[in-house]
């Protein structure tokens, strides 16, 4: 049963526009989210992270939103760039035992120029 | 070289075959992971070791055998893997496991086929 969802797997936008990156969760017990990208025959890279304790985090043109009630995230990305094309993963930590990653499965944003 | 690199990039072996996959973290860092991703799955944590001692095996099948002589270098030795073994192997480090297991920084990776 996976914990984190990325329901969408890809993502199209115009450049300039922005894009939102989905991402649920089931387990109540996570504490920290991050947002990984990775570019193709490249590791995922961190992009930006949030506590639970926030409900929202910005980094220049990446903000990430958190919903603990709805156990929903978003990253938005504005304006969007073409080099901002690349995989998205949701992780999510601090359920149960250990605070390894769950990561979801990625959703594909592709921005068009 | 910078950041955390593997080697190599890309492997094909046969089920009766013995390899290893080797990964080298340039960053001062003393936790260091095995992750799999295979075909439209999430990243799946295999191994995590601490100053060179193991942490976590998520109940990986033992014909993956991890390694990790010291801080810097994470060795996976793979024999008599199976067709469902091939998938994409990411290395990863952190500066420890203080807190939430975040900001871990990751290799390239190395795509493994088995035949």
């Known amino acids: 049963d996976q914990q984190v969802k990325q329901n969408s797997p890809s993502l199209s936008v115009q450049e300039g526009r922005i894009s939102i990156l989905n991402c649920d969760y089931t387990n109540s017990m996570f504490d920290y989210f991050l947002w990984y990208k990775k570019y193709p025959a490249e590791g995922p890279t961190f992009l930006i992270s949030i506590s639970s304790i926030k409900d929202k985090n910005e980094d220049g043109r990446f903000t990430v939103f958190l919903n603990k009630s709805a156990k929903h995230l978003s990253l938005h990305i504005v304006p969007s760039q073409p080099g901002d094309s690349a995989v998205y993963f949701c992780?999510?930590?601090?359920?149960?035992?250990?605070?390894?990653?769950?990561f979801g499965t990625g959703t594909l944003l592709a921005v068009q120029p | 070289e910078t950041g955390v690199t593997q080697t190599p990039r890309h492997l094909v072996m046969g089920m009766t075959n013995k390899k290893s996959l080797k990964c080298e973290q340039h960053l001062g860092h003393n936790a260091m992971y095995w992750y799999k991703q295979s075909a439209k799955k999430p990243l799946e944590l295999m191994f995590v070791?601490?100053?060179?001692?193991?942490?976590e095996n998520n109940s990986v099948p033992s014909r993956f055998s991890p390694e990790c002589p010291n801080s810097s270098h994470l060795f996976l030795h793979l024999h008599t893997l199976q067709p469902e073994d091939s998938a994409l192997y990411l290395c990863?480090?952190?500066?420890?496991?203080?807190?939430?297991?975040?900001?871990?920084?990751f290799g390239p990776g190395t795509r493994l086929t088995v035949t």
């Open positions: 992780a999510a930590s601090g359920g149960g035992a250990t605070n390894k990653l769950i």
């Open positions: 990863a480090s952190s500066q420890d496991l203080a807190g939430a297991w975040g900001e871990q920084y």
């Open positions: 070791y601490n100053f060179k001692e193991q942490t």
